[in-house]
């Protein structure tokens, strides 16, 4: 995936875990209020670092998977299946926007899980889906692009063993995210920006309390770095998850704001967090491939992420 924020250089390095101390000390495990458990136990022992990373593998043997691509038209495919496969509806959220190289065609999916009644999602759960454009590389974007997207479809599986969970959450697979040439108003995170502005237009904003976007998650030398404006109450709890399973040396900030599909949610008002490793060396390089990515690093996440969603995000 791409991402960039003002003045950001990928070199830049991570600030220390000092650079916000005071906050980070309040972060130690906070008794839950309830457990959500599926027929098989707890719900973030479910989720599957070995499944997840099946899902990049096919992702990444599709190729590049650039925006109006045939293969971004497969991994569509490939995504909605295994969607429907773990119960939820899918919708296409399709639209042209200009870019640097003229009109393009996009796609976001967007997926909910069937409920009784009228309940309404009310959290956002995100990936890009997209590779960036590249004219003298082979860009497979196993980690950029492929590991969150693996990742959430992993999730989406084992929040279907719970039905009333899932009826909460809303996915969204954004496409677009990478710029063509420079991040600015009008280039890169072309989904996120259609998806922010319809709901903005349609006033359904604040039906969402919050929303957790993923990306970069699958680096073998795993080291999230969260952004240093990261809404500050999913950020306490996203490092009191990982502290309650005991992975959290692989959870730290990061020394600047990044600009990510996190920016135009919070811009119209949802608080969204933005969970990537941004310490990673082949970042938009040929070398971002599957052997970049592991199985385990997809596990740390993702129970984390399984954690925070069932003992805290509806609080």
């Known amino acids: 995936m791409t991402r960039i924020a003002p003045s950001f250089t ?10 916000l101390g005071g906050v980070v000390s309040l972060v130690l495990a906070a008794c839950p209020a309830r457990s959500h458990r599926s027929s098989q136990g707890q719900l973030w022992e479910e989720f599957s670092g070995e499944k997840a990373f099946v899902h990049v593998q096919r992702l990444v043997d599709l190729g590049p998977r650039p925006p109006g691509s045939e293969a971004i038209e497969k991994s569509r495919a490939y995504i909605d299946n295994q969607l ?16 640097p190289r003229g009109k393009v065609d996009f796609v976001n999916l967007i997926a909910r899980f069937p409920a009784p009644g009228s309940t309404a999602p009310s959290f956002l759960l995100c990936s890009h889906y997209d590779t960036k454009t590249f004219q003298t590389i082979r860009f497979v974007g196993a980690n950029d692009g492929g590991s969150s997207t693996g990742l959430l479809l992993e999730l989406a599986r084992v929040l279907g063993r719970d039905p009333n969970l899932a009826a909460k959450i809303e ?3 954004f496409d677009g995210e990478e710029a063509y040439e420079t991040f600015s108003q009008t280039d890169g995170l072309y989904g996120s920006r259609y998806f922010a502005r319809q709901l ?4 359904t904003a604040k039906q969402f309390r919050g929303g957790i976007l993923f990306d970069m998650v699958g680096d073998r030398s795993l080291d999230i770095t969260l952004a240093p404006d990261s809404p500050a109450q999913i950020a306490h709890d996203i490092f009191a998850s990982a502290d309650v399973l005991k ?4 959870f730290s900030y990061f020394d600047r704001e990044i600009t990510d ?4 949610l919070n811009a119209i008002g949802i608080p969204t967090i933005d969970v990537i490793d941004f310490d990673f060396a082949w ?5 971002d491939t599957i052997d970049k990515v592991s199985a385990e690093s997809l596990q740390i996440v993702g129970a984390v992420a399984t954690y925070y969603l069932t003992e805290f995000a509806f609080k």
């Open 10 to 19: 990928r070199g830049a390095q991570r600030c220390s875990l000092c650079f």
């Open 261 to 264: 599909d996190h920016t135009p």
């Open 200 to 203: 903005a237009e349609n006033k």
């Open 247 to 250: 992975r959290r040396n692989y």
């Open 171 to 173: 996915l969204v697979f």
């Open 283 to 287: 970042w938009h390089t040929a070398d």
């Open 84 to 99: 429907r496969l773990a119960g939820w509806q899918v919708a296409r959220q399709a639209f042209r926007d200009d870019t």
